[in-house]
């Protein structure tokens, strides 16, 4: 059924809106597929996994993955950074007791009202730490994920009169859910008009993803245009993706708690923005979708990159209490095997590997992009995603992302177990 | 600047749409109005004021209210019920480690993927509690406050054809945030069409909000077309505002955590709903708009809903544990005080007082409404929102709710120091 209503919904952006927009999060299909497909329809036993919250029931998050079980690959759902929260103790415990942060203000007097200032001076300090980017003068916004602070900022930078809607593009591959996300409520501000390589309108808003997903590229805006505007989405600009090469000091840029700790949950995001009516805009836009943003995450990722930064200038646990370099070296092991397999293979190809000096580590290193970017060399096969998922691996397949079936993106940010099973199935493709 | 964005916004959309839709949450000029006209500027200092979380910088919140200061009246901000969740103790504080719910997926195997498996239970438990509404049979939904429901409930009632915008209406007066958040993406899917009773449109979205904000009426839905489609507001459908006659069950109802226990700014709110293809839709919108609601934000609410359901089902306290005993005593003599002053007054008038049996408390009880929907019968004081200005009382002006300028909506919500200075100002007022 939800995969059904799915499908109808792609019908309905093609008829409305005459783009080939597939519906990039289709998740609850997903979800029901994999149910249905793998586990008979239960799965809903109260079990819960042995988790040590004491005080709510826990998250039944995703099912354990076996030698056997489907490997669901398709969200770069980063719960492989679990594995370093579980040994960070207390440090990076929250605790709100009943009668905290009751108003839906966080700071009447302050730029964005809803901005909790724990989090905004714990976001400047991390940048600080890092290099990726330049905070100083910049105005610090938070989201419900970078995915509503990109709605905010295609808003905030659409005009104000009666014409036509400003066109939306990135060059593909383009992140997935772009046309989807940009298109849904088919608004009269901004509309979808895809491969930014090949627009040729006077003006538009350029999506700048770097490192880009799907395939890692590190990326300028493509477009020249004086009239043309782009807001930057760094979600992957950390160290143990890419080398950090300046700190990035463009007009607005997108960050997300999700891909740089691994608290995908927590959805939260956040903006730094040089401009401050395009600030101003962007705050509006989130207090009319939903009157600002959970206090509660807010706390949380405020501990949380408080946490990172201390283990960097406060701890004494070395390399344990180093987040991005634990990352990292998952990372490069992850590559290194993916590497291998795909050599074994004799049917699939990577992107290069690309390398540079990191200003953050202190030497030359490799990207590790968050997801592999696989094509499939085999005769016959148009449709990888199709393929792969006939062995019981969920991908994302290249049409969704403005390029050919043969492409497929695959998360490298899932468990250890799911890695591995990936890693034994795919050797075993031929 | 913030006021001149604000205003700016006012116009676009009137441009654009040809609504006089005044921007109801202009929270950000406000803010900006109230720190320059009254703090001159500061207010930024580190202070804290002293509240106990141990383990992040706490929130500013709003500057406390003494007799000479500015009453900020204009939004709901439940901030009364700080004083019984200071008497909860760990009963309601919730204790989240750094590696819990980091995954994007709730109950990947459940109907509504991203949502919390115990907040979930404790929606259910709340409801058959107090008997407000019908559960069995009923999806449950969480959302970014009920704020982001609403709009997930109007795309998932918009019809998926290329014909005209759906007309969304309400009978005036209707909360003021409804045509912005309606209108504020200029979507070709639905559009803000004014007061339901002058409605002749062929078919429509109806908003049902009872009690009514801003003027606590019970309402019912007044379009009686079959193609018609309600969306039941019922954000203060509790037993503090107004007495519990019926265990409701239409085809959607909104409701959410910050009328119910006072937390605001946890942002979560939660969808009952009938069919499961709306459902399915309302999902939809979620994923595209946030992907999901934060983990954080539900695990809290869980803990809180659970909390107000133990203090009537385990509790030895007695009326100290009771929300909605605490609740209602207090609205109840805050209404007292209120009706003393404006009779006191010979200008202002406010709607007649309402009873009925409770199902809840098992006796007839009056209503206690959020808000004040205040009118002023003085000669010559047609801006009753400018009027109290100058006495530095700030509401929400008659004009924004689709009614005429002599009338204002003032929170009932707040802390009992504003609500003091509040009502000895009102009562000078000749």
Redesign the interface.
């Known amino acids: ?2 995969g059904k ?2 499908s ?2 792609v019908v ?1 952006y093609a ?2 809106l005459g783009v080939v927009a597939s ?1 990039a ?4 299909a997903l ?1 029901l597929y ?2 249905r497909r793998f ?1 008979g329809g ?3 036993g109260d079990g819960g996994g042995g ?13 354990l993955v076996t030698p056997d079980s489907v490997v669901n690959l398709d ?1 770069g ?3 492989m ?2 594995a370093f ?2 040994e ?1 103790g207390d ?20 730029f ?3 901005l ?3 989090f905004e ?1 714990e976001v400047r300090r991390l940048h600080r730490l890092v290099g990726n980017a330049v905070v100083d003068g910049y105005h610090v916004l938070v989201g ?2 970078s ?2 602070l990109f ?1 905010a900022a295609l ?1 905030a930078l659409s005009p ?1 009169t ?1 014409g036509a809607p400003m066109s939306v593009v990135s060059p593909a591959p383009y992140y997935s ?1 772009y046309p ?2 940009t298109n ?6 901004y509309r979808w008009a895809g491969d930014a390589n090949t627009f040729d309108g006077d003006t538009c808003i350029e999506l700048v993803c770097s490192p880009n997903n799907p395939d890692g590229g590190i990326r300028k805006a493509v477009i020249e245009s004086k009239s043309g505007k782009a807001i930057h989405d760094f979600a992957y600009y950390w160290p143990q993706y890419t080398p950090i090469t300046e700190a990035a000091g463009h007009d607005i840029m997108l960050f997300t708690v ?1 891909k740089c700790t ?7 995001g956040w903006a730094l923005v040089k401009d ?2 395009v600030a ?2 962007m ?3 989130i ?11 807010q ?2 990722a ?3 990159l ?2 990172v930064c201390d283990g960097y200038e406060t701890s004494l646990d070395g390399e344990a209490s180093r987040l991005f370099h634990f990352a990292r070296q998952q990372m490069m092991e992850r590559w290194s095997k993916l590497r291998a397999a795909v050599a074994a293979s004799d049917i699939f190809t990577l992107p290069n590997e690309l390398s540079n000096y990191c200003t953050f580590v202190k030497e030359t290193i490799t990207t590790n992009p968050p997801f592999a970017w696989l094509r499939c060399e085999k005769e016959g096969v148009k449709d990888l995603e199709g393929f792969l998922r006939e062995h019981k691996i969920i991908t994302r397949g290249g049409t969704k992302f403005g390029v050919d079936g043969r492409f497929v993106r695959v998360s490298m940010l899932d468990t250890d177990e799911a890695f591995n099973v990936f890693m034994d199935r795919l050797a075993s493709l031929k």
């Open positions: 059924m939800a209503e799915g109808g919904m309905r008829g409305r519906v999060l289709n998740l609850a979800a994999i149910r586990f239960s799965g809903s988790r040590e919250i004491a005080t709510v029931e826990p998250s039944k998050g995703k099912p969200h759902d980063p719960t950074y679990e929260w579980r960070t440090r990076a415990t929250i605790v709100i007791p009943g009668c905290q942060t009751m108003s839906y203000f966080s700071d009447v007097g302050g964005c009202w809803f909790e200032p724990g001076r419900t994920g995915t509503q709605q808003y104000a009666d859910s989807a996300v849904f409520l088919n608004s009269g501000l999700s691994g608290h995908a949950g927590t959805r939260l401050r009516e101003q805009k705050i509006k836009f207090e009319l979708n939903t009157i600002g943003v959970s206090k509660d995450s706390l949380r405020a501990k949380i408080g946490a």
